[in-house]
Protein backbone atom coordinates (compact mmCIF):
# COMPACT_ATOMS: atom_id res chain seq x y z
CA UNK A 1 0.00 0.00 0.00
CA UNK A 2 1.72 3.46 -1.08
CA UNK A 3 -0.16 5.03 2.08
CA UNK A 4 0.71 2.41 4.49
CA UNK A 5 2.74 4.86 6.66
CA UNK A 6 0.25 7.44 6.87
CA UNK A 7 -2.31 4.78 8.19
CA UNK A 8 0.36 3.40 10.40
CA UNK A 9 1.21 7.05 11.88
CA UNK A 10 -2.84 7.14 12.28
CA UNK A 11 -3.47 4.65 13.96
CA UNK A 12 0.02 4.49 16.26
CA UNK A 13 0.45 1.13 15.07
CA UNK A 14 3.83 -0.28 12.64
CA UNK A 15 2.89 -3.61 10.90
CA UNK A 16 5.46 -6.51 10.68
CA UNK A 17 3.46 -7.44 7.83
CA UNK A 18 1.78 -4.92 5.80
CA UNK A 19 -0.71 -7.06 4.02
CA UNK A 20 -2.44 -7.47 7.11
CA UNK A 21 -3.11 -4.13 7.21
CA UNK A 22 -4.12 -4.28 3.56
CA UNK A 23 -6.59 -7.01 3.47
CA UNK A 24 -8.33 -5.49 7.04
CA UNK A 25 -8.75 -2.19 4.87
CA UNK A 26 -10.23 -4.29 1.83
CA UNK A 27 -14.42 -3.81 1.34
CA UNK A 28 -15.84 -6.72 0.01
CA UNK A 29 -17.08 -4.41 -3.13
CA UNK A 30 -13.38 -3.64 -3.73
CA UNK A 31 -13.23 -7.41 -4.57
CA UNK A 32 -16.02 -7.08 -7.71
CA UNK A 33 -13.57 -4.70 -9.73
CA UNK A 34 -10.20 -6.30 -8.68
CA UNK A 35 -11.14 -10.31 -9.73
CA UNK A 36 -7.89 -11.27 -10.83
CA UNK A 37 -5.34 -9.69 -7.71
CA UNK A 38 -5.91 -12.50 -5.26
CA UNK A 39 -7.20 -10.13 -2.45
CA UNK A 40 -9.39 -11.48 0.49
CA UNK A 41 -11.80 -8.80 1.80
CA UNK A 42 -12.07 -7.91 5.67
CA UNK A 43 -15.09 -9.60 6.96
CA UNK A 44 -13.20 -12.49 8.67
CA UNK A 45 -11.28 -9.66 10.07
CA UNK A 46 -14.14 -8.15 11.53
CA UNK A 47 -14.99 -11.51 13.11
CA UNK A 48 -12.22 -11.79 14.88
CA UNK A 49 -11.69 -8.20 16.31
CA UNK A 50 -15.78 -8.37 16.90
CA UNK A 51 -14.24 -10.82 19.38
CA UNK A 52 -10.98 -9.27 20.56
CA UNK A 53 -13.15 -5.74 20.79
CA UNK A 54 -15.32 -7.99 23.49
CA UNK A 55 -12.72 -9.32 25.35
CA UNK A 56 -11.06 -6.38 26.46
CA UNK A 57 -14.19 -3.91 27.02
CA UNK A 58 -15.00 -6.73 28.94
CA UNK A 59 -12.05 -7.36 31.02
CA UNK A 60 -11.85 -3.23 31.69
CA UNK A 61 -15.02 -2.97 32.52
CA UNK A 62 -14.97 -6.16 35.18
CA UNK A 63 -11.39 -4.60 36.76
CA UNK A 64 -12.68 -0.85 36.69
CA UNK A 65 -16.31 -1.65 37.96
CA UNK A 66 -16.50 -4.42 40.99
CA UNK A 67 -19.62 -3.33 42.28
CA UNK A 68 -21.86 -2.81 39.03
CA UNK A 69 -24.02 -6.11 38.29
CA UNK A 70 -23.78 -8.14 34.33
CA UNK A 71 -26.72 -6.67 33.30
CA UNK A 72 -25.25 -2.53 33.80
CA UNK A 73 -21.87 -4.02 32.62
CA UNK A 74 -23.17 -5.13 29.24
CA UNK A 75 -24.95 -2.26 28.79
CA UNK A 76 -22.32 0.07 29.42
CA UNK A 77 -20.07 -2.00 26.57
CA UNK A 78 -22.72 -1.67 24.15
CA UNK A 79 -22.93 1.63 24.31
CA UNK A 80 -19.17 1.83 23.72
CA UNK A 81 -19.14 -0.81 20.80
CA UNK A 82 -22.18 -0.03 19.09
CA UNK A 83 -21.82 1.42 15.20
CA UNK A 84 -21.80 4.57 15.69
CA UNK A 85 -19.12 4.99 18.80
CA UNK A 86 -16.75 2.73 16.25
CA UNK A 87 -17.54 4.63 13.40
CA UNK A 88 -16.44 7.92 15.20
CA UNK A 89 -13.77 6.90 16.00
CA UNK A 90 -11.95 5.44 12.91
CA UNK A 91 -13.12 9.09 11.61
CA UNK A 92 -11.20 10.99 14.30
CA UNK A 93 -8.29 8.79 13.08
CA UNK A 94 -9.09 9.75 9.28
CA UNK A 95 -8.94 6.07 8.18
CA UNK A 96 -11.84 6.18 6.09
CA UNK A 97 -10.29 7.31 3.27
CA UNK A 98 -7.95 4.59 3.03
CA UNK A 99 -10.97 2.24 2.92
CA UNK A 100 -10.65 0.21 -0.33
CA UNK A 101 -13.55 -0.30 -2.32
CA UNK A 102 -15.90 -0.19 -5.35
CA UNK A 103 -16.42 3.15 -7.14
CA UNK A 104 -20.09 3.11 -6.64
CA UNK A 105 -19.94 1.78 -3.23
CA UNK A 106 -17.45 5.20 -2.44
CA UNK A 107 -19.85 7.35 -5.02
CA UNK A 108 -22.97 6.75 -2.57
CA UNK A 109 -21.05 7.74 0.42
CA UNK A 110 -19.13 4.06 1.47
CA UNK A 111 -16.77 5.73 3.12
CA UNK A 112 -18.31 7.54 5.94
CA UNK A 113 -21.25 4.98 6.38
CA UNK A 114 -21.27 4.14 10.29
CA UNK A 115 -21.38 0.71 9.68
CA UNK A 116 -18.69 0.18 6.72
CA UNK A 117 -16.74 2.19 9.57
CA UNK A 118 -17.78 0.15 12.24
CA UNK A 119 -17.06 -2.77 10.18
CA UNK A 120 -13.68 -1.55 9.48
CA UNK A 121 -12.77 -0.78 13.24
CA UNK A 122 -12.88 -4.68 13.77
CA UNK A 123 -11.19 -5.59 10.68
CA UNK A 124 -8.23 -3.51 11.75
CA UNK A 125 -8.17 -4.73 15.61
CA UNK A 126 -8.35 -8.23 13.90
CA UNK A 127 -5.08 -7.36 11.89
CA UNK A 128 -3.52 -5.55 14.87
CA UNK A 129 -3.89 -8.72 17.08
CA UNK A 130 -2.99 -11.13 14.51
CA UNK A 131 0.44 -8.91 13.84
CA UNK A 132 1.17 -7.47 16.95
CA UNK A 133 -1.12 -9.90 19.82
CA UNK A 134 -3.48 -8.65 22.41
CA UNK A 135 -1.28 -6.13 24.46
CA UNK A 136 -1.35 -4.20 21.29
CA UNK A 137 -4.54 -4.31 20.76
CA UNK A 138 -5.46 -3.07 24.19
CA UNK A 139 -3.35 0.31 23.80
CA UNK A 140 -5.14 0.84 20.72
CA UNK A 141 -8.45 0.47 22.19
CA UNK A 142 -8.16 2.32 25.32
CA UNK A 143 -6.81 5.12 23.27
CA UNK A 144 -9.46 4.93 21.17
CA UNK A 145 -12.71 3.45 22.16
CA UNK A 146 -11.85 3.15 26.18
CA UNK A 147 -11.26 6.94 26.54
CA UNK A 148 -14.92 7.76 26.59
CA UNK A 149 -15.55 5.12 29.14
CA UNK A 150 -16.08 7.71 32.42
CA UNK A 151 -18.20 10.13 30.04
CA UNK A 152 -20.32 6.80 29.19
CA UNK A 153 -20.53 5.87 32.39
CA UNK A 154 -20.87 9.59 34.42
CA UNK A 155 -23.62 10.55 32.27
CA UNK A 156 -24.96 7.65 31.71
CA UNK A 157 -25.29 6.98 27.85
CA UNK A 158 -25.05 3.53 28.05
CA UNK A 159 -29.10 3.41 29.02
CA UNK A 160 -30.96 3.15 25.58
CA UNK A 161 -30.59 6.24 23.81
CA UNK A 162 -34.10 6.04 22.52
CA UNK A 163 -35.30 6.02 26.10
CA UNK A 164 -32.85 8.40 27.00
CA UNK A 165 -33.75 11.14 24.07
CA UNK A 166 -37.68 10.32 25.06
CA UNK A 167 -37.71 11.32 29.22
CA UNK A 168 -35.05 14.23 27.66
CA UNK A 169 -37.60 15.74 25.10
CA UNK A 170 -40.48 14.98 27.45
CA UNK A 171 -38.68 16.50 30.18
CA UNK A 172 -37.64 20.03 28.07
CA UNK A 173 -40.72 19.96 25.24
CA UNK A 174 -43.73 18.34 27.28
CA UNK A 175 -44.16 15.78 24.17
CA UNK A 176 -42.89 12.69 22.76
CA UNK A 177 -40.81 12.17 20.08
CA UNK A 178 -41.49 10.68 16.99
CA UNK A 179 -39.36 8.84 14.14
CA UNK A 180 -39.77 9.17 10.52
CA UNK A 181 -38.19 7.10 7.39
CA UNK A 182 -36.65 10.13 5.55
CA UNK A 183 -35.14 7.88 2.69
CA UNK A 184 -33.70 4.41 1.81
CA UNK A 185 -30.81 3.63 -0.95
CA UNK A 186 -28.74 0.50 -1.61
CA UNK A 187 -29.86 -2.96 -2.47
CA UNK A 188 -32.31 -5.44 -0.27
CA UNK A 189 -29.14 -7.32 1.06
CA UNK A 190 -27.21 -3.90 1.77
CA UNK A 191 -29.49 -1.23 2.71
CA UNK A 192 -29.28 1.89 3.95
CA UNK A 193 -31.68 3.94 6.06
CA UNK A 194 -31.87 7.63 6.86
CA UNK A 195 -34.68 8.03 10.05
CA UNK A 196 -35.59 11.82 11.09
CA UNK A 197 -35.94 12.47 14.98
CA UNK A 198 -39.09 15.08 15.68
CA UNK A 199 -40.45 17.32 17.82
CA UNK A 200 -43.76 17.97 16.73
CA UNK A 201 -42.91 18.47 13.39
CA UNK A 202 -39.80 19.92 13.64
CA UNK A 203 -36.96 17.43 12.49
CA UNK A 204 -34.11 17.85 15.57
CA UNK A 205 -31.76 14.88 14.35
CA UNK A 206 -31.35 12.42 11.61
CA UNK A 207 -29.96 8.85 12.06
CA UNK A 208 -28.90 6.26 9.56
CA UNK A 209 -28.36 2.82 9.68
CA UNK A 210 -28.65 -0.92 8.17
CA UNK A 211 -32.14 -1.43 9.60
CA UNK A 212 -34.74 1.15 10.76
CA UNK A 213 -34.13 0.55 14.18
CA UNK A 214 -30.61 1.21 13.93
CA UNK A 215 -30.95 4.42 12.11
CA UNK A 216 -33.40 5.82 15.02
CA UNK A 217 -31.04 4.90 17.82
CA UNK A 218 -28.42 6.91 15.56
CA UNK A 219 -31.13 9.80 15.24
CA UNK A 220 -31.74 9.11 18.96
CA UNK A 221 -28.13 9.39 20.36
CA UNK A 222 -27.55 12.40 17.49
CA UNK A 223 -30.58 14.69 19.43
CA UNK A 224 -29.02 13.86 23.21
CA UNK A 225 -25.83 15.51 21.98
CA UNK A 226 -27.72 18.21 20.39
CA UNK A 227 -29.37 18.76 23.49
CA UNK A 228 -26.69 18.29 26.29
CA UNK A 229 -24.52 20.52 24.67
CA UNK A 230 -27.12 23.70 24.85
Known amino acids: MKDRKEIEEKLGVTFKNPRLLKTALTHRSYLNEHRGMNLKNNE ?19 RKYPKKAEGELTAIRSALVRTESLAQELRLLGIGDHILMSRGEEDSGGKD ?4 L ?3 YE ?20 RTVLKKLNRVVNQELFIDPKTRVQELIQAKYKVTPTYTL ?10 TFTVGLKVGKKVMSKGTGVSKQKAEE ?5 CIEKLEEK
Open 44 to 62: RFEFLGDAVLELIISSELF
Open 123 to 142: AVLGAIYLDQGLEVCEDFVK
Open 218 to 222: DAASQ
Open 182 to 191: IKEHGPDHDK
Open 118 to 120: ANT
Open 113 to 116: KDFI
